[in-house]
């Protein structure tokens, strides 16, 4: 069986809070990232994170709940996305946001696309395949700068292990 | 997560310096940067540094304001996060401007006077005051300036950029007044945390800046600071909703009282 409306508003939500916080992290990475192409990339992706959050929080509202509404995922992926946050070198910034969560949000993305009825919620499809269009681009412009400044991407397995471990992300209903 | 701290300088507390390109040096008073006279190479390259590194600190400023105010409305934020969008594409344009004229980064010493005053505020309505109603808007009223000035010895490629880059602060400048006013609206309080941060501009400016005779690192000398006449950009600034009643508070202040209309004089 398909979603229901209020697993799929879940989810939106859920997505909204991440992207809120991605917007966060990458505007506090800029006034403590010294390199300044790299300032550059942050301040480029703060307003593509706002925006996706922008678009998730319209669809909130067609879901039977206000408009701009976060729901905070289950406690221990917020752990993942704070340790996030809390990368101090640039390389490691990178690495952590570009080669291990946006990749790993990609294939949430995907699999709501694959979970849900892509007619009765088309909406939130549309808006879905727009923000993987834009995270493949912000991929590649990562991927560009680090070759022209050359910044080595760092391996982060134990971020990788700790992301991959969440099988679902929406916190449970209390 | 790595914070920016305080500093304490001529007696002001403010926010300690955000984290800067190794190719940069970054100091403090106006007597430290360099600045040249007429309009030749070295003249233009700091220039277009200059108006560089302003970027920078704008978009680390906006950034900031987004990570110490969370709860602020998300149209406001959106507004912000679309600030720091276009800062970027500032400092990249004027970047590959500044490298197509011979410069480069850390040619000249910078400074991030605007980030130190704006954001030692601890409330968004005062850091709008601060840095985009009073620096942003003091800046689009001299980059008007600038552009006919950089049209008149024909280097229309600087022209254009800082004509583009002009249009977007205006939007800066115009999302700052209305969120100002509509947040004061709310809560009357703003209008005294925007008196207050104005105020704190003022003095931090008049603490810091060069006094006349003091020369820059290359040997410029100061004028006497009540002689600098700054330029009102009044058209643009109408574009960013300063009503007439601010814009001839403006005129006024930069001594050009006699061109007021008389009842506002009263």
């Given at each position: ?174 | ?252 202040q930069a001594g050009f009282r006699s061109l007021v209309p ?5």
């Amino acid at each position: 069986m398909s979603l229901t409306v209020n697993d799929r508003v879940r989810a939106i939500a859920t997505f909204r809070f991440i992207e809120v916080r991605l917007m966060e992290i990458t505007a506090a990475w800029t006034p403590t990232t010294a390199e300044m192409e790299v300032k550059v990339l942050f301040g480029r992706h703060i307003f593509d994170f706002a925006q996706h959050a922008d678009w998730l929080g319209k669809r909130t509202f067609e879901l039977r709940k206000p408009e701009q509404y976060s729901l905070k995922p289950a406690e221990s992926y917020v752990d993942v996305i704070e340790a996030l946050a809390a990368e101090e070198e640039t390389g490691k910034r990178l690495s952590a946001l570009y080669d291990v969560f946006i990749p790993a949000l990609e294939s949430r993305y995907r699999a709501y696309v694959d979970a849900t009825d892509r007619l009765l919620d088309e909406p939130s499809v549309v808006i879905v395949e727009r923000i993987l269009i834009d995270l493949e681009r912000m991929k590649r412009d990562a991927q560009r700068l680090r070759e022209r400044i050359a910044v080595v991407a760092v391996p982060l397995p134990e971020l990788a292990r700790r992301e991959s471990a969440h099988s679902a992300i929406v916190a449970p209903q209390g | 997560m790595k914070e920016i701290g305080f500093v304490e300088e001529a007696g002001l507390r403010l926010r300690a310096e955000p984290a800067r390109d190794e190719a940069f040096k970054v100091v403090r008073r106006d007597k430290e940067m360099a600045e040249y006279d007429g309009s030749g190479p070295e003249a233009q390259r700091e220039s277009v540094h200059r108006h560089m590194t302003n970027e920078i600190t704008s978009l680390d400023i906006a950034a900031q304001c987004l990570i110490e105010f969370p709860d602020a409305p998300w149209g406001l934020r959106m507004e912000l996060a679309r600030q720091c969008w276009d800062e970027s594409r500032h400092i990249a344009a004027l970047h590959r401007r500044l490298e197509e004229m011979g410069g480069y980064k850390g040619e000249v010493p910078i400074s991030a006077f605007e980030w130190q005053v704006t954001c030692a505020l601890d409330d968004l309505a005062g850091r709008l005051a601060s840095q985009n109603r009073t620096f942003e808007a003091g800046a689009m009223d001299v980059v008007g300036g600038n552009i006919r000035e950089w049209r008149a010895i024909g280097d229309d490629a600087t022209a254009a950029v800082l004509d583009a880059i002009l249009a977007d602060e205006i939007h800066h400048v115009r999302f700052a007044n209305r969120w100002i006013k509509q947040l004061a609206a709310e809560n009357p309080r703003v209008l005294m945390k925007v008196a207050m941060a104005v105020r704190f501009v003022s003095h931090a400016n008049q603490t810091l800046q060069a006094d006349a005779g003091e020369t820059t690192v290359n040997g410029k000398v100061f004028e006497d600071p009540h002689s600098r006449i700054p330029i009102v950009n009044v058209e643009d600034r109408k574009l960013a909703e300063f009503n007439d009643e601010e814009i001839n508070e403006i005129l006024r202040q930069a001594g050009f009282r006699s061109l007021v209309p008389e009842q506002v004089h009263a």
